[in-house]
């Protein structure tokens, strides 16, 4: 079997997704080709020299530096082409979703997105995906070649072969016509990212660190502090319940910072993180649905008989939220 590892670059390197996904398609045996397109190529193409790969394919220019649908879109079509492959694996990033169903009606292929599973018997192949909010786990296969996967992060631990200097083939590219122009890049600074997929530890909050506390008062303001200390001295990434994120849309007053972005569970985004730690939520359908690739559970909660903390969390902490993440802040000095 021919197998295609579609890449691109991010500020010139690969990313994480990306040795994710060279690591999927080792696992398959068969005929490895890997191709990339972005800044520095080339050079990014040498850091996976001990892959195993028979060939190398490359499209590097100005033009294919930053994320765009028609130039994204005309340097994978070029790329799948040269290699013919029968089996194209890509990483499910942005970039890729937004281009590369595009790309699977210009080669002809068939696509399917988030796939958490795949595996191989010579041309037979399988693969996994989730259905129904996370709900539901399928596996089937397809007949029709070529067939594009977009693999999710984490199923996988990245490739961490030898670098060296390998033959890198340059795919010449048909001019694309993009009427987009990147001026630049505007991004929150580092200590008010809250959203961290590579962070070891995901935060949850929830709708209790706006209601009124022991004392009969709103506490919003040193909810807020707590939190964003936390996440700066910890490194951690921040997730939401479902009642949180609605509160803004009630006209209540909220965390400022918590946006749609951040709900975990009912939209479907299932973390993979090594650590997590639930604070003021309740039910348990956030936690079974969005936290079932969470290594190591544990959760600061009030009741000792919540369902959650019953049967879903490996540690339960009993006591105020509020008072232990002020402690453990001080303890992260």
């Known amino acids: 079997m021919k197998v295609l590892a579609l890449l691109h670059t991010e500020n010139n390197i690969l990313p994480r997704a990306a040795l994710e996904t060279i690591s999927v398609a080792r696992s398959l045996g068969g005929e490895l080709t890997i191709a990339i397109f972005g800044g520095s ?18 499209v590097e220019g100005e033009a294919f530096l930053q994320p765009r649908y028609s130039t994204d879109t005309a340097a994978a079509t070029a790329l799948i082409k040269a290699a013919n492959p029968e089996l194209i694996l890509a990483p499910n990033t942005s970039r890729f979703a937004r281009a590369l169903p595009g790309v699977a009606q210009r080669v002809g292929a068939q696509v399917d997105t988030h796939i958490v599973g795949i595996t191989a018997e010579g041309n037979s192949v399988k693969v996994q995906r989730w259905f129904y909010r996370q709900r539901i ?6 007949v029709a070649r070529p067939w594009l996967l977009l693999v999710d992060g984490g ?67 040193e909810a807020s502090t707590l939190i964003q200390g936390f996440l700066q001295k910890a490194k951690a990434s921040l997730g939401s319940s479902k009642s949180l994120v609605d509160l803004k849309s009630e006209g209540q007053e909220t965390l400022s910072f918590m946006s749609h972005m951040n709900q975990i569970g009912q939209t479907g985004s299932t973390p993979r993180h090594q650590k997590g730690l639930s604070t003021c939520c309740h039910g348990e359908e956030p936690h ?34 509020f008072e232990i993440v002020s402690k453990i802040n001080v303890l992260l000095g």
């Not at 786990?137 to 397809?142: A, E, H, P, Q, V």
């Not at 959203?195 to 303001?221: C, E, M, N, S």
């Open 41 to 58: 190529a080339a050079t990014a193409a040498n850091t996976l020299a001990g892959s195993g790969a028979t060939k190398f394919l490359v």
């Open 155 to 221: 199923i996988q631990a990245p490739y961490e072969g030898a670098s060296g200097t390998v033959t890198a083939e340059s795919v010449p590219v048909a001019q694309a016509v993009s009427r987009t122009t990147v001026n630049g890049v505007q991004a929150p600074a580092a200590n008010a990212q809250t959203i961290r997929p590579d962070a070891q530890l995901l935060f949850v909050a929830g709708a209790g660190w706006t209601k009124k506390q022991k004392d009969g008062q709103y506490h919003i303001g």
């Open 288 to 321: 079974a649905v969005g936290w079932r690739f969470i290594t190591e559970r544990r959760a600061i909660n009030i009741d000792a008989n919540c369902g959650w903390a019953q049967g879903k969390a490996d540690v339960v902490y009993i006591g105020d939220a």
């Open 137 to 142: 786990l399928t596996t089937f296969t397809r």
